[in-house]
C-alpha cells in the first residue's frame, strides 16, 4: 500500500496565500490612505490588523493546548508515559514535550506548539488504558516525529492563518487538513517505526483505535474541534471527508499499510 502525499510545498504556499490575506487587505487600506480616501483606507488598514491578530490569537498552538486540556503528567502516576517519552526523545533528539493527560476514554493524542522546545504532547486516559508498552511506545514515537520533522511548527502556522475562519465556519477544518500535509500522519508512522524498530508495535495500536467506538475527546469547543481535528493521531470527523478525497489513508488502513513492512 502506498501513500499519496500533498505536496509540502503546495500546502507551505496555501498556507501562506491565506495567512497574507489580513496583510494584503491591511497594505490596500495604507494605499487608499495615501490617495487621500481617509475614510476607506482607515476601515480596511483596521479590518486588515484586526483579523490578523484575531486569527492569530485564536489559532495559537498555546491557546489551542489549554483548550484541549488535561493535567500534566507525574513521573510517580504516569511512570510509563514519562520514561517512554523522555527515551524517545533522546533517541530522536527532539526536547520532551511537556507531557499532559486527558482524563477521557477515547483512545488519541495529539503534539500541539511552535517549536520542538514549546510543544505539548497530551494523551488521553482511554489511550494510555487501551495500550500495552510496546504499542504506547509506537504511538508516542509516532507523536515525537512530527516534532522531529518539523510537522508541530508548520500546523501552528496553519492553524494562526486559519483561527478566525474557524470561528465563524467548519470549511476551515478540511482545508487545514490539506495545509498540514495529507500525509503527515501516514509518514510519521513509518519514520516512528524507524525508530522503534517494531512496526507491529504501531499496528497493534492503531488497530485498537480503529476499532473504538470514539476517538474523539469530549468537550472540546467548536473551533478547537475545527483547528485540531487533523492534527489528532486519529483525526477527527470534521476533517475526514476532505483527507479521504485527497488520498490520506484511515487509521485502519494506516495500521494495514505497517503491516506489509
Not at 22 to 28: D, E, G, H, R, T
Not at 86 to 109: M, S, W
Not at 222 to 239: I, K
Request: charged content about 20%; glycine content about 10%; hydrophobic content about 50%.
Amino acid at each position: 500500500m502506498t501513500v499519496s502525499p500533498m505536496p509540502r510545498a503546495e500546502a507551505s504556499a496555501a498556507a501562506r496565500v491565506i495567512a497574507a490575506l489580513p496583510v494584503l487587505v491591511a497594505a490596500v487600506g495604507v494605499a487608499l490612505l495615501a490617495s487621500g480616501m481617509i475614510a476607506v483606507g482607515v476601515a480596511l488598514l483596521l479590518v486588515g490588523v484586526a483579523v490578523g491578530l484575531l486569527g492569530r490569537r485564536i489559532g495559537s498552538p498555546e491557546r489551542l493546548a489549554a483548550s484541549v486540556g488535561g493535567r500534566a503528567a507525574v513521573p510517580a502516576k504516569d511512570a510509563r508515559l514519562v520514561n517512554l517519552a523522555e527515551g524517545l526523545g533522546v533517541a530522536l533528539g527532539v526536547p520532551v514535550p511537556e507531557l499532559r493527560v486527558i482524563d477521557d476514554p477515547a483512545p488519541n493524542a495529539i503534539a500541539l506548539g511552535s517549536s520542538p522546545s514549546r510543544t505539548v504532547l497530551a494523551c488521553t486516559t482511554g489511550l494510555l488504558d487501551l495500550l500495552d508498552r510496546m504499542e504506547l511506545e509506537g504511538l508516542l514515537a509516532h507523536e515525537l516525529t512530527h516534532v522531529k520533522r518539523g510537522d508541530v511548527a508548520r500546523a501552528a502556522s496553519a492553524t494562526r492563518s486559519l483561527g478566525l475562519f474557524a470561528a465563524l465556519a467548519g470549511g476551515p477544518a478540511r482545508l487545514l487538513g490539506r495545509l498540514a500535509g495529507t500525509e503527515r500522519e501516514s509518514l510519521a508512522d513509518l519514520q516512528a517505526v524507524g525508530v522503534t524498530r517494531y512496526p507491529p508495535g504501531l499496528a497493534s495500536a492503531l488497530e485498537k483505535i480503529a476499532a473504538a467506538p470514539s476517538v474523539r475527546p469530549a468537550g472540546l469547543d467548536r473551533t478547537t474541534a475545527r483547528l485540531t481535528a487533523a492534527l489528532w493521531c486519529a483525526p477527527l470527523e470534521e476533517c475526514r471527508t476532505a483527507s479521504s478525497r485527497s488520498g490520506a489513508l484511515t487509521v485502519a488502513e494506516r495500521a494495514a499499510a505497517l503491516r506489509e513492512l
